[in-house]
């Protein structure tokens, strides 16, 4: 397995994102983390299509796109045309779980499921087989910097054992609270791809941060 870090740019400075974002290429993030937010899914308003789209023009990464909103299908076809490479919906907002994961991947997209901290794995055990990637949020969303919930490293393994017991081989993502500390029982636990905000864009050195996760991530010996 191979780890990929996705910094979330939720955290970066805003008012210098191509700069952020060239940073984080130069520290080798494997993807740009973009969080949506409606302030209705959760208590916090943040990107659209418009940002989705101006930092497809300034990357060449994939754009993992993490939608908290309600009703995410009123937004798949402006984030497909703004160029998101992957779409994340939460199981939470989508009762139509397998039509919505189907119309994302229609779109030329990666399907993901994300699952808050309260929400059992059993809410996408019937849709695996549909899934490209699995979202374990390791906090409540809504904001950058929040601690990591410790019970979810459980749950990352039980997510682990689910998605190979199943024969898929989708991605195990986990978000919030990713640091330093946290990434290695989180890679240990079987996650293979990292969201991180605070922890790369308020450390001194974020390039060198990006690859200090990453370093965290090999096989134990
Ligand atoms: C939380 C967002 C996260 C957030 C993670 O609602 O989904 O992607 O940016 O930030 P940190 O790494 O600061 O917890
Ligand atoms: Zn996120």
Not at 28 to 47: E, K, S
Not at 112 to 132: C, K, M, R, Y
Not at 135 to 144: A, I, R, S
Not at 179 to 193: Q, Y
Request: proline share 5%; with cysteine.
């Amino acid at each position: 397995m191979i780890a990929r870090i996705a910094p979330s740019i939720l955290s970066a400075d805003l008012s210098r994102l191509a700069e952020e974002i060239a940073m984080c290429e130069a520290g080798g993030a494997d993807l740009i983390h973009i969080d949506v937010m409606d302030g209705r899914f959760v208590p916090n308003l943040t990107f659209g299509a418009k940002v989705i789209a101006a930092v497809r023009e300034i990357t060449e990464l994939p754009l993992d796109v993490h939608l908290m909103v309600v009703e995410p299908e009123n937004y798949f076809d402006d984030f497909a045309k703004a160029g998101a490479t992957g779409m994340t919906i939460h199981t939470e907002a989508a009762p139509h779980l397998q039509h919505q994961l189907a119309r994302i991947k229609e779109l030329g997209c990666t399907a993901g499921a994300a699952i808050n901290p309260a929400t059992p794995l059993s809410a996408v055990t019937e849709v695996i087989g549909d899934l490209d990637l699995l979202l374990v949020m390791t906090v409540n969303p809504g904001f950058g910097g929040q601690r990591f919930i410790p019970g979810s490293l459980d749950k990352v393994s039980r997510a682990r054992k689910l998605l190979d017991s199943h024969g898929s081989g989708a991605t195990l993502e986990v978000d919030g609270g990713v640091d330093r500390n946290t990434i290695r029982p989180l890679w240990e636990a079987g996650a293979d791809t990292f969201v991180s905000g605070n922890a790369i864009f308020s450390a001194a050195d974020p390039q060198a941060e990006i690859e200090e996760l990453r370093k965290r991530c090999v096989i134990a010996v």
